[in-house]
T-cell receptor
Framework: GQQVMQIPQYQHVQEGEDFTTYCNSS?????IQWYKQRPGGHPVFLIQ?????EVKKQKRLTFQFGEAKKNSSLHITATQTTDVGTYFC??????????FGTGTSLTVIP | NAGVMQNPRHLVRRRGQEARLRCSPM?????VYWYRQLPEEGLKFMVY????????ESGMPKERFSAEFPKEGPSILRIQQVVRGDSAAYFC????????????FGDGTRLSIL
């Protein structure tokens, strides 16, 4: 089946450092969504990217969609302890299934 | 607006028993998805339903697992004759439309099999 890979699987950063997670697919993505799951919590929708090369910002978070629509990234500037959690990308298409990436678990060391 | 409601939050069953997990979607949402998540792992798609219809159940084991979303009432994920390997968190999500719409997740049901 289709699979969306994320790297890295785990990331430990000092508070204040930047963090980036990458999402890669072997096929062209129709669009991509990003979710955050806090430890013990449920996934929460962050954003959706649709256009090739699209860049969207939410405060310290910057989301990019690759020109070829095969990859995406989430960058967090100056991490805070509230950023702790697992970040998932997900391919949302007009079909029936919803493919979540493998996730990147972020730990922020105060 | 109430969010996606799942119950129970925690469910303990002995091997061989049945587990019923319930999910009420957000108001106005008619699309429901069920996912399974093991500790330290991602979300694995199980089934996608609309009211009274199963649209895609390709991620659900063919034996012991079933799902429904009746005209009235919550969506139900049913696991018969549970085994230890069924222990996991089961999340339900709803959306206002198919495919490319954002999904809103419930708090999940943590199923433990003794």
């Amino acid at each position: 089946g289709q699979q969306v890979m994320q790297i890295p699987q785990y990331q430990h950063v000092q508070e204040g450092e930047d963090f980036t997670t990458y999402c890669n697919s072997s096929t062209t993505l129709s669009n991509i969504q990003w979710y955050k799951q806090r430890p013990g919590g449920h996934p929460v929708f962050l954003i959706q990217l649709v256009k090739s090369g699209e860049v969207k910002k939410q405060k310290r978070l910057t989301f990019q969609f690759g020109e070829a629509k095969k990859n995406s990234s989430l960058h967090i500037t100056a991490t805070q302890t509230t950023d702790v959690g697992t970040y998932f990308c997900a391919e949302a298409n007009t079909g029936n299934q919803f493919y979540f990436g493998t996730g990147t678990s972020l730990t922020v060391i105060p | 607006n109430a969010g996606v409601m799942q119950n129970p939050r925690h469910l303990v069953r002995r091997r061989g028993q049945e587990a019923r997990l319930r999910c009420s979607p957000m108001k106005g949402h008619s699309h429901v998805y069920w996912y399974r998540q093991l500790p330290e792992e991602g979300l694995k798609f199980m089934v996608y339903l609309q009211k009274e219809n199963i649209i895609d159940e390709s991620g659900m084991p063919k034996e012991r697992f079933s799902a429904e979303f009746p005209k009235e009432g919550p969506s139900i994920l049913r696991i018969q004759q549970v085994v230890r390997g069924d222990s996991a968190a089961y999340f339900c999500a709803s959306s206002i439309g198919p495919g490319d719409q954002p999904q809103h997740f419930g708090d999940g049901t943590r199923l433990s099999i003794l």
